[in-house]
């Protein structure tokens, strides 16, 4: 129903065919644009559309898409704030925001009827590089929302708690975006294999149950990575009194 | 207070669901870094052993750090 079994596997592993590219004037090279970029295009131009019409014209009383997006907003601030404190979850909260809406909507879209047979529609999350990219953009901004909140004190982490522990730290950071990258794929890659494999022995009905928790493990994956990323950025931007 | 419970919960949850990943990717990059250390250095198999060794160590101490964030060590 979501991804048949060639159409799931041509679409995210091994050496799949561009879309089309695009050719970076002034030089020879030629951008590959693939299925997932093009879904993950639709993605950021639905939020970024729905955020646009819902904060245009805002009302007091919140009604229609502004009551959903300040929902998902207060919801999503209240969360950080229970992880890194109100005043800092309003300072990084955006960014972990978006990351959660977008990580959501990708994990989501598998589930729409049509996705990985239809060109130019593939969750981006089934593709370890976007997974890879998001966990690197995490990765640097620990380092720059720490840098920003600390200094250069902020690398007296990597000394902490104690000196001799400096190369456990520094594996430690270096396994976090393998681990969150490889963590988000591996859920949503899975979940979609299986589904696909179900839908190609029985295509009616038996996939159901399982895309049902599809929709559980969407939100739980998209979750665990912000609730990660949160727990790295307020490690990296903590005061220590 | 309802509501920061639920966030706790869902905290719990998460933190929960991500420990096997670390703990395994931990292990795995130090097998791997310390056999490619090797293979540079020709030192088999000791930078191998001491990196998983290490990886391992890491892994805990991630972990542990999951666990009681420095805000409830301070």
């Known amino acids: 129903m979501s991804a048949t079994a060639e159409g799931g596997g041509a679409a995210h592993h091994g050496p799949v065919d561009p879309l089309f590219n695009v050719a970076i004037p002034g030089t020879d090279f030629h951008l590959p644009i693939y299925n997932f970029v093009i879904t993950s295009w639709v993605i ?80 981006p999350t089934n593709n370890v590089s976007i997974t890879a990219g998001l966990a690197v953009l995490v990765f640097l901004s620990v380092f720059y929302f720490g840098i920003q909140a600390k200094g250069i004190g ?28 490889l963590r988000l794929y591996g859920n949503v890659y899975g979940e979609e294999t299986i589904i696909a494999q179900l839908g190609e022995m029985v295509p009616f009905l038996v996939p159901l149950p399982m895309m049902v928790l599809g929709l559980l493990t969407g939100a739980i994956q998209a979750l665990v990575f912000t609730l990660l990323a949160s727990t790295y950025i307020a490690g990296a931007t903590e005061e220590h009194h | 207070m309802k509501e920061d419970e639920k966030n706790q919960s869902y905290k719990a949850v998460g933190l929960i669901m991500s420990a096997g990943m670390t703990m395994a990717v931990s292990v795995t990059i130090g097998y791997f870094a310390g056999s490619w250390l090797d293979k540079y250095f020709g030192t088999k198999p000791w930078l191998t052993l001491i990196m998983f060794i290490l990886g391992t160590a890491a892994g805990l101490k991630s972990l542990y750090d999951l666990a009681f964030p420095k805000k409830g060590r301070d």
Request: some cysteine.
């Open chain 1, 44 to 123: 950021m131009f639905i939020l970024v559309f729905t955020a646009w019409l819902a904060t245009k014209n805002m009302h007091r009383m919140p009604k229609g898409i502004q009551n959903v997006w300040e929902y998902a907003v207060d919801g999503l601030f209240s969360f950080f704030g229970g992880i890194m404190g109100e005043e800092r979850a309003r300072k990084y909260g955006p960014f972990l925001g978006t990351c959660f809406l977008y990580i959501l909507l990708s994990n989501y879209s598998g589930v729409i009827p049509g996705a990985a047979m239809i060109k130019g529609f593939v969750p």
């Open chain 1, 154 to 181: 902020f690398f007296k982490h990597f000394f902490q708690p104690m000196a001799f522990l400096f190369i456990l730290n520094v594996i430690e950071e270096l396994v976090r975006p393998i681990s969150l990258s």
